[in-house]
Structures are given as structure tokens and as C-alpha cells.
């Protein structure tokens, strides 16, 4: 532990991370490009038809755009930012200093985007008739400022799990220019215009009375949804092409689904934005408003999944051959377990384990390298201590942490002496034995 712990012992680390990044994929691939390219498109074809209801539906979407995107999007941008910073700042800061020029350059496209918008929004009355089309260009210089942004996370993104020739010759640009990079680069961008569509398409069903200007919003949507889906699939299975045999293994652990339920909710997810699709081009006057319903939560669902398996499958590490999942380097490895974990901890208050110390000593290296992804208690049954390990034995769990990684090949080996391992599983056995004591007491006072 070279930095101080941090802990939400019953949520999670790990959860607290993922509920942030979720709500900000969503705005930032749903919202800051899907759907604003969906609204420049509107633009576009609204200029082009003479159309001044799609005009008038992209200036009202240009509102909720910029209130979405500064407001939610940058407050859950800067809270990944805080939330890893605190709970994963070795992670953070490796990759802070392998892409520092690449995060700055982010920033700079990034309030050039915000800029962007802000004209675009308040310049709508400032060009018209034939000068529409200047107003338009500002609308798709912010679409390519908006995928610029994703372009530069990208590869700050897909390194982690494809590091490629970075752990051998350390070079920003092959860390960058990774693997994953234009698989995951592809994904990204089209996964953004299908959630847009399937976003956007509830409140077009709610909110726009107009039946015929309904039918020309889907119509538009279902010609980009035409091209954007088919290249969606096409570049997942790049992806999975490309990345590790032992990460592809771990897609389906890493849901907690069993395999034949992953197909089975996987398949018809893909079925409703396929008939969803078919929809909109062969009857955009009459879409369904329960099968918008049923698009929206599909890809809501998709998006947790697809966050909840890339951050998953890179495990037992958290950057690929180079950082395990709690923080040790894959290097460092041999030398904790001749010397000692706790002994180059910076913040653990033991050094030593004596046979005064053993608790204290275990909850250490509880905090040290199981922390990152279980908790004693907590709403995840599978990854808290209280249940996984209840009726174990001491020597039992000793047996086990001693052998992790060869029983559970995605999870990182235990580092330490002997005697650092002992006082874990002492530390371990002992808190499960309490947790699961207060918890029938509990009960028995409630009968």
C-alpha cells in the first residue's frame, strides 16, 4: 500500500467505480455524440427537405444536450476521476504518468467541444434561411469534437487490458496504439449512435404529438440505425478477435450469468434492436411505444454489461502483465514474497507480523490486496468474505490463499512471507466468524 485506503465496506469498492462510469458512458457515448449527431442529422435533413419540424426538434434537442453533457457528464467524469483516484490510485497514477500527454490533449478537445456547443445552442437564430448550412458545419465540427474525445480515452481505455509491446519497450505511442485500439475505437462509436437512437426514441414517442413529424424522426433513425448496427456487431467481433484467450474465457464469469443465460438475454436483446431497426424503416408512422420502451432498457442493459465485462475480463490484472488487480506490480512479486509485503507498505501500520499483532497484521494485508475487490459483508454474496468463507476453518482458508491463483486463475496471487499469509487467514477467519455471529444473533432476536 503506497497510498492511503480507502473503503465502502458494504457497496464495494469496485461498485462505487462502476455506478459512476455507467451513468457516464451512457451520457457521454448516448448523449455527448449519439445523440448529438442524431440532432445534427435532424439539422441536416430538415435543411435539405425544408423540413422546419426537424429543424425545430433539433434546436429543442440542442437545449437538453448541453444541460445533459455539462451538468451529469462532467460531474461523472470528474467523479471516475475522484472515485479511482481514492480507491485505485496506483492504477491511476501509472496511467497518469504513461498518458499525461494524452489526458491534456483530452482537455483541450474537450472545452473546445463545450465551446462548440455553446455556439451551436445559442446561434440558432443568428443564421438563416440559405446561412442554415454555417449553422450545420458547427453542429458536425462538435460531432468530431465529441468523437475526438473518445477517440483519446480509447486508447487510454483498451491499453489496460492490450498493453501490447508498452511492457517491453515502455513507448507512449505502442501503448497508445495498442491492439484493442481501433477494435475498441470502431465499438465505441457505433455503440454510441445505436444507444442515441435507442434513448432518444422513448422521448420522441412521449413528447412529439406530431404523428408525421414522429414518422420523419424514425425514418431518419432507422436509416443511420441501417448502417450503425450491422458496423456495431462487425467491430465486436473485432474486438473479441483481438483481445487475450484468457480475457475472452472470463466474458461469461464476468456477468455472473450462467452460460446458457447469457445467450438466451444476450440473443433476445439483440433480436428487439434488430426488430426495433426493421421497424423504424418499413413503418416509422406506427413504431410501438412498448417495443421503445423495451430498445431503451436493452441498451441500458447492454452498456452495464459491456462496462461490467471490460473491466472484468483483464483480470487477475488491472493493467495487462503489468499491475495486478490490487495495485502490486507483477514484478514486485517475487521480492514481497522473500522480504515481506507489509515491510514495503508505506501505510500499513504493521511491518511485522508477530503473534501479537496477527489481527492487526491480517487486516493489513486484507487492505492491501483483497480490498480492491471483496468486502467482509455486502451486497454482493460472491465477493464478500462473511458468506464466501463461512464454515471454513483457519487452516482451511490458510490452505487457500496459498494456492489462489491456481484455483482461481483471475484472481491475482497472494504476495507476502508465510507468516504474512497465516495472519490473513487468521485475520480473515476470525472477522467471518464475528460478522456471521452479529448476523444470527440478529436473527434469533428478530424470531
Not at 497514477?93 to 467541444?113: C, D, K, N, Y
Not at 460531432?143 to 473518445?150: D, E, Q, R, S, Y
Not at 404523428?211 to 448502417?227: M, Y
Not at 464478500?384 to 464454515?391: E, K
Amino acid at each position: 500500500m503506497d497510498f492511503p485506503v480507502v473503503e465502502f465496506p458494504w457497496l464495494g469498492n469496485g461498485t462505487v467505480i462502476a455506478i459512476i462510469a455507467i451513468i457516464h458512458v451512457i451520457i457521454s457515448h448516448g448523449v455527448a455524440i449519439g445523440a448529438t449527431t442524431l440532432m445534427v442529422s435532424m439539422e441536416y435533413t430538415g435543411i435539405k427537405n425544408q423540413n422546419e419540424g426537424l429543424i425545430s426538434l433539433a434546436r429543442k434537442f440542442s437545449k437538453w444536450v448541453l444541460i445533459i453533457t455539462t451538468t451529469v457528464g462532467a460531474i461523472t467524469g470528474v467523479g471516475i476521476w475522484f472515485s479511482t483516484t481514492v480507491i485505485q490510485p496506483d492504477s491511476i497514477g501509472s496511467l497518469l504518468r504513461i498518458f499525461f500527454w494524452a489526458w491534456f490533449a483530452e482537455w483541450i478537445v474537450f472545452i473546445t467541444e463545450v465551446v462548440l456547443l455553446l455556439v451551436y445552442f445559442y446561434t440558432w437564430d443568428k443564421w438563416t434561411g440559405a446561412k442554415r448550412y454555417i449553422h450545420n458545419r458547427i453542429g458536425w465540427a462538435l460531432v468530431f469534437f465529441g468523437w475526438l474525445t473518445a477517440a483519446i480515452i480509447t486508447g487510454v481505455l483498451a491499453a489496460k487490458l492490450t498493453p501490447g509491446k508498452w511492457t517491453e519497450t515502455l513507448s507512449f505511442w505502442n501503448a497508445f496504439f495498442n491492439p484493442t485500439y481501433l477494435p475498441s475505437l470502431a465499438f465505441r462509436t457505433f455503440i454510441a449512435i445505436v444507444l442515441a437512437i435507442a434513448l432518444v426514441s422513448v422521448f420522441i414517442k412521449f413528447f412529439v404529438k406530431d404523428r408525421d413529424l414522429q414518422s420523419d424522426v424514425f425514418k431518419l433513425f432507422g436509416k443511420i440505425n441501417l448502417v450503425a448496427l450491422p458496423l456495431l456487431l462487425l467491430s465486436g467481433v473485432w474486438y473479441l478477435y483481438k483481445i487475450p484467450a484468457e480475457a475472452y474465457d472470463l466474458i461469461v464469469w464476468s456477468t455472473g450469468m450462467s452460460k446458457k443465460m447469457f445467450d438466451w438475454i444476450n440473443i433476445a436483446g439483440l433480436l428487439v434492436f434488430i426488430i426495433f431497426g426493421l421497424w423504424m424503416i418499413l413503418k416509422s408512422n406506427k413504431v410501438p411505444f412498448i417495443l421503445a420502451i423495451a430498445v431503451f432498457f436493452s441498451s441500458i442493459g447492454f452498456i452495464a454489461e459491456f462496462e461490467m465485462v471490460r473491466e472484468s475480463v483483464r483480470k487477475p490484472f488491472i493493467i495487462y502483465d503489468y499491475m495486478y488487480a490490487n495495485g502490486i506490480l507483477e514484478k514486485d512479486a517475487e521480492l514481497y514474497n522473500k522480504e515481506g509485503y507489509l515491510t514495503h507498505s508505506t501505510f500499513a501500520k504493521v511491518k511485522e507480523v508477530t503473534d501479537d499483532n496477527k489481527y492487526e497484521a491480517g487486516e493489513e494485508l486484507y487492505k492491501g490486496q483483497c480490498l480492491a475487490c471483496h468486502t467482509i459483508d455486502g451486497w454482493r454474496d460472491t465477493r464478500a468474505f462473511a458468506n464466501r468463507l463461512d464454515g471454513w476453518t483457519e487452516e482451511t482458508i490458510d490452505m487457500y490463499i496459498g494456492q489462489l491463483n491456481e484455483a482461481r486463475p483471475f484472481m491475482p496471487p497472494f504476495v507476502g512471507t508465510e507468516e504474512e499469509r497465516q495472519a490473513l487467514a487468521h485475520f480473515l477467519f476470525k472477522v467471518t466468524e464475528e460478522v456471521n455471529n452479529d448476523s444470527n444473533q440478529a436473527k434469533g432476536a428478530d424470531e
